[in-house]
């Protein structure tokens, strides 16, 4: 599935906070991926239209132009349209299929029957139907040509995506989900853009997991994977379980997930069903809790909580102090299967106080309360201190006050450093024999660094200015 952290959506075996050198992930340019992303890119899939590398995009319009009218395009256009083949739709099927001496195939070890099972939106006759043009497609196409005129590029993604990959804690999943990471699929799509995908296929033998990942672009326009890519790869690993779960616990949260869905605004066209919502709260709950025990400079586990709260997920914070019992009770909880029937039980509970839940989050953000003198006002040039109080508890170990860069205004002369007086009061104490008669002061409170206890950010940088009185 796919995320933003703005987005954003693998693995290293070792140790919690080392560097993982044995059983690294590594990812690869897959000539099918590339096929079935470009192919909905012309049938214009909204999702798999985009222009994150620039050049490539241009390549891809310029030489597949003469094929828009063609009969596979006009048949995934009618596929998305009766049964809403989309996103992750894409990635499923396209994991069933190889090329095997210039043609598009079925892998021998995957039973075709299954599909539908796999993915509902998909059905046996339609995949088949599928295949059997996107082969046509792939040879009149000469598609092989166009890929391997672009190796170059593939190779910088892969080498770039390797560079985070090899970051990944693979062996936090083992011990907090109890699931062993077997050299899942890692395909790196650089016509995917931001979406991100994975997806776990039954074979003759055990599984075939693995994910999808795009890309974003340097200045060069050239791939590019910033560590707060992380996030994704961790999401999509963390479905591996979180559907497994959700699955075979469905008749029990069909209910309760319906009540909720229904009751929630999640602002992504990609989770609609009941079921794909809940399947993504419960992965991103699997994130947070990655990102709490593997430490990173840039990822927090709290602003992820946030962002998730904002996106839809209004239940999220609960969650997060819920997944604290499974951590300290882990004799009783051994793996996350056993403690299944909890989860179940928060949902329901989560679901008949969901009234309370939008109280919590419509006022969990902290604000200004009091503040003397009032901002905009005229002060005398005797005042010594400023004094701004918030609604809840703050964390004192984070500030930011900034000066104004703005035409006129002039920084407030400071006799000490801001600091705070207590968790509710924020002190700024001013050198009045500094103060002009007559100028305007002002300074900004940071967003990001006026943080409650509870992780929230004020809603907006605090802009503060004040006129010395001329008497």
């Given amino acids: 599935m796919k995320i933003l952290f703005n987005i954003i959506f693998i693995f290293v075996f070792g140790t919690i906070n080392t560097c993982f050198a044995n059983s690294q992930l590594h990812g690869e340019v897959n000539e099918c991926f590339e096929l079935t992303s470009i192919v909905f890119r012309i049938a214009e899939a909204p999702e ?10 241009k390549d891809i319009d310029n030489y597949f132009e003469k094929y828009k ?3 596979l395009i006009s048949f995934v256009k009618e596929l998305r349209r009766k049964h809403g083949i989309s ?50 497609f792939y040879v009149k196409s000469n598609f092989r040509s166009f890929y391997m005129n672009h190796q170059d590029l593939y190779r910088v993604a892969t080498s770039r995506a390797n560079e985070v990959l090899r970051k990944i804690n693979l062996n936090w999943f083992n011990t907090f989900l109890g699931i062993q990471i077997n050299n899942p699929l890692v395909i790196i799509s650089v016509s995917n853009g931001s979406h991100n ?8 033998k055990g599984m075939l997991n693995g994910i999808v990942i795009g890309c974003n672009s340097d200045e060069l326009g050239l791939p590019f994977f910033p560590e707060r ?11 591996f379980k979180s559907n497994q779960l959700i699955s075979n616990n469905w008749e029990e949260l069909k209910n309760v997930s319906e009540e909720i869905s229904q009751s929630v ?40 909580v946030e962002f998730l709260e904002d996106k839809g997920f209004v239940w999220m914070g609960r969650s997060e102090k819920f997944m604290e019992h499974y951590v300290k009770n882990r004799s009783c909880y051994p793996n996350i299967d056993t403690y299944m029937t909890q989860i179940i039980a928060f949902l329901n509970y989560t679901a008949n106080n969901i009234d309370l839940v939008f109280s919590e989050y419509n006022n969990r953000i902290p604000y200004i309360v ?28 984070l500030h930011g006050f900034k000066a104004l860069d703005i035409e006129n205004i002039q920084d407030i002369p ?3 450093y801001p600091f705070w007086k207590d968790s509710y009061t924020f002190v700024i104490k001013i050198d009045k024999y500094h103060l002009k008669k007559g100028c305007e002061y002002g300074f900004k409170l940071n967003k990001s660094l006026f943080q409650s206890k509870q992780g929230n950010n004020i809603k907006e940088d605090y802009i503060y200015t004040f006129k010395v009185s001329n008497l």
């Fill in 414 to 416: 400071l006799l000490e």
């Fill in 265 to 304: 605004n999640i602002k992504d066209k990609a989770y609609e069903s009941s079921f794909s919502i809940i399947t993504e709260w419960l992965t991103n709950l699997f994130s947070i809790m990655y990102f709490k025990d593997n430490e990173s400079t840039i990822i927090d586990s709290n602003s992820m």
């Fill in 69 to 71: 009218e063609d009969e």
């Fill in 48 to 57: 798999y239209v985009n222009n994150a590398l620039i050049a490539y995009s």
């Fill in 197 to 204: 995908y994975s997806f776990s296929i039954p074979k003759t």
């Fill in 370 to 397: 009091d503040i003397f003198p009032l901002p905009n006002s005229t002060i005398s040039s005797n005042i010594e201190i400023i004094e701004i109080r918030f609604s809840q508890p703050m964390d004192v170990e």
């Fill in 87 to 136: 996103y992750d739709a894409i990635s499923t099927a396209t994991a069933m299929i190889e090329i095997i001496n210039g043609e598009v195939v079925i892998k021998k070890n995957i039973d075709v029957k299954e599909i539908a099972t796999i993915d509902e939106r998909w059905s046996e006759e339609t995949f088949h139907s599928f295949v059997y043009l996107l082969n046509k």
């Fill in 229 to 239: 890519f992380l996030t994704v790869i961790v999401h999509e690993i963390s479905h």
